[in-house]
């Protein structure tokens, strides 16, 4: 038989088939295992998540060379067979290497698409404050100072006198706005008798009453920190944006939400509040179209190199200078995203970067937006990234004069436009 038999191209098509089969198999495993592993581990853990990133690199350079390869001898081989000639395995081999040669192309793409939403202005000006500004700042301040210093540690599981002390001290300050406060108990199944609550209240909707916009944030600590950034920031913005919305009329319906329950040994559990809350929202068919997470707010930093990443690659993308906000959301949440950002933007007070991705990568479900999204609801998380840019993150000196506290009443002045865009208010208000 010669050397240019058509019998020997199938096995050679069999062959760069099967190659990159292998080569898939290893990148998924390498890129699933470190998700996960916890992040910050240290010792034989720590070493081998940075091994399996490495291998996801080193195999995803081989199929990709392999499938360089394959998308032209696919092709080729494909236009040579004669049907019914060829074989049906011969000619699924074939359209199965191309159909893998051409998969590292569309994931590259979708992946730039993906991390690299158009308009990111990472950097600009930063205003002083105005007159008007310094009194928010004041008010930021003290609620903080009032959570995370005077209450300080706020946790269901080792002190709950604290965590009913933080709920009535968000109650009492949202009634003298005039909000009429819904409590939604619950209790724990372990920690039975004591009772759990998520505050809520609304402004109905003028025009579209049925579409909800919920404003969110958790009140609660980890067990062993006064949680000054984690989360009373987050619960000091809440509360500035009811105050700012007090009497307006929206066209939508909205909702300020406190939730209980959302750090260890609750997160991601049934007793989570925010699941409790959304798993209701669900059970009544209510529409909602818009939430946003309020997660540390409150610290910020001009140093070159102070903003991390739970994968070292986006330090190529988004900015190494932990200066921004970001706001950040899954596949689904890609459009939500896009208009929170243009609408932070317009006021242009403080640096931001958007970015949707996989709900499976370090860090982008790590917070109450995570419990809408497993109800099926459009959410997105509005943070400074936490651990990747605050050492204090879940520590003992995560206290309030660790916080920033002008950035903190930037942020909050964008975020005023941003809902009043979402719910429809008017300018005017």
């Known amino acids: 038989m010669s050397a240019c038999s058509p019998s020997k191209r199938p096995v050679t098509m069999r062959r760069v088939c099967i190659t990159l089969a292998i080569l898939f198999g290893i990148v998924f495993v390498a890129a699933t295992l470190p998700v996960v592993l916890p992040f910050r581990s240290a010792g034989f853990i720590g070493h081998l998540r940075i091994l399996l990133y490495c291998l996801v690199f080193v195999f995803g350079l081989a199929w990709g060379a392999l499938s360089l390869l394959a998308i032209p001898r696919s092709i080729l081989y494909l236009l040579h067979l004669r049907w019914p000639e060829a074989s049906i395995r011969n000619w699924i081999a074939g359209f199965a290497a191309f159909g893998l040669g051409c998969l590292p ?192 707010l409150g610290y910020y930093s001009d140093e070159p190199g102070s903003q991390r990443y739970p994968i070292s690659l986006l330090g190529r993308i988004y900015p190494t200078t932990g200066n921004f906000v970001g706001f950040i959301g899954n596949i689904k949440s890609r459009s939500l995203v896009r208009s929170v950002a243009q609408s932070f933007r317009r006021a242009a007070l403080c640096p931001s970067v958007a970015a949707f991705m996989p709900a499976w990568v370090t860090g982008v479900s790590w917070s109450d937006h995570w419990a809408f999204w497993h109800e099926g609801y459009p959410a997105i998380l509005v943070t400074d990234t936490a651990l990747f840019r605050y050492c204090w993150y879940h520590t003992p000196e995560d206290t309030p004069e660790k916080l920033n506290y002008d950035r903190l009443t930037l942020v909050v002045e964008g975020l005023k436009t941003v809902v009043a865009d979402l719910a429809g208010i008017n300018v005017g208000h």
């Open 105 to 296: 192309v569309a994931l590259g793409v979708a992946g730039y698409i993906t991390l690299r939403i158009p308009d990111m202005r990472p950097m600009i000006f930063i205003p002083p404050l105005t007159a008007e500004q310094h009194l928010l700042c004041d008010a930021l301040k003290k609620d903080v100072k009032t959570l995370a210093g005077d209450i300080g540690r706020r946790n269901v599981s080792t002190r709950y006198e604290a965590v009913c002390a933080t709920a009535d001290t968000i109650e009492r300050s949202l009634m003298k706005e005039g909000y009429h406060v819904r409590r939604q108990g619950y209790e724990i199944n372990w920690l039975k008798g004591r009772p759990c609550y998520n505050l809520e209240v609304e402004i109905w909707g003028t025009e579209h009453p049925d579409e909800i916009v919920v404003i969110g944030a958790h009140y609660d600590s980890a067990e062993q920190t006064p949680g000054a950034n984690d989360n009373a920031s987050g619960v000091a913005a809440l509360l500035a944006l009811a105050r700012a919305a007090a009497g307006a009329h929206p066209e939508r319906t909205l909702r300020f939400v406190a939730f209980v329950n959302e750090e260890p040994p609750f997160f991601w559990t049934w007793s989570m509040g925010s699941l409790v809350y959304a798993r209701q929202c669900r059970t009544r068919n209510e529409r909602i179209v818009a939430m946003l997470c309020l997660e540390t």
